[in-house]
């Protein structure tokens, strides 16, 4: 039925085209299946179309240009790219998957770079994505899939205890404990590498560590 409905909306090649969460109601298998047909569809033909929708990865695979909103207000409009890597906030940030945070002090900057103090005497080095000054509180969010766990050295390299993992298949789940902090690791891999309950080395890309003005309001609120 949804597939018959798209097909009525677009055989007349309408110069714009409005879909709400067309694919929401859908099974797991055939969601991908259509929205990959809608993706060629679309490109093929040269139609715009304005696509509504909850799901990040629908918005990346089909569209061009990504506008974020809340509460009627758009928060920020660019290519997937843009969004995904370079959020202009803490919700969009959030929205897009990076639901790992931490809070500390912007101790020195060096261009779009800076030193935080996270406390206990550890710093991390981060991307400034708000124009902070010295002294100022920072909020500090991260991909899951942007830590990773075993090796590295130097700068943003931590030592972490593993207080859980959840085997998914293609990908394992941890959550471990960072500087006090829990906080979610994503790794990719049909075998799961590191044990429940052991310290292992983190690392944490700077490029990856998105640092945002403290407004006291977290990424979970």
């Not at 409005?18 to 797991?28: G, T």
């Not at 700068?155 to 960072?178: K, S």
């Not at 906080?183 to 891999?189: C, K, N, Q």
Request: proline residues 3%; charged residues 25%; neutral net charge.
């Amino acid at each position: 039925m949804q597939r018959v409905a798209l097909a009525r909306s677009i055989v007349y090649r309408p110069q714009l085209l409005l879909l709400d969460e067309p694919l929401s109601n859908l099974d797991a298998k055939v969601r991908l299946r259509l929205r990959d047909d809608l993706r060629l569809i679309l490109k093929q033909t040269g139609m715009t179309a304005l696509y509504v929708t909850h799901d990040q990865a629908e918005a990346v695979v089909l569209g061009d240009r990504i506008g974020v909103m809340r509460d009627g207000k758009l928060l920020q409009m660019g290519t997937p790219d843009e969004i995904y890597n370079r959020p202009a906030d803490l919700f969009v940030a959030n929205f897009t998957g990076a639901t790992n945070e931490l809070v500390g002090t912007l101790v020195a900057r060096n261009g779009a770079f800076g030193t935080v103090d996270i406390g206990d005497g550890q710093h991390l080095e981060v991307a400034l994505m708000h124009p902070l000054g010295v002294g100022e509180k920072a909020r500090m969010a991260l991909r899951p899939e942007n830590i990773s766990i075993g090796g590295g050295a130097g700068a943003n390299c931590f030592r972490a205890h593993i207080l859980d993992r959840r085997y998914q298949g293609t990908q394992t789940v941890y959550d471990i404990d960072l500087c006090g902090r829990r906080m979610e690791v994503l790794e990719l891999g049909t075998a799961a590498r590191h044990q429940v309950q052991t310290d292992a080395s983190v690392s944490l890309p700077r490029e990856s560590c998105w640092a945002y003005r403290d407004s006291g309001i977290s990424l979970n609120d």
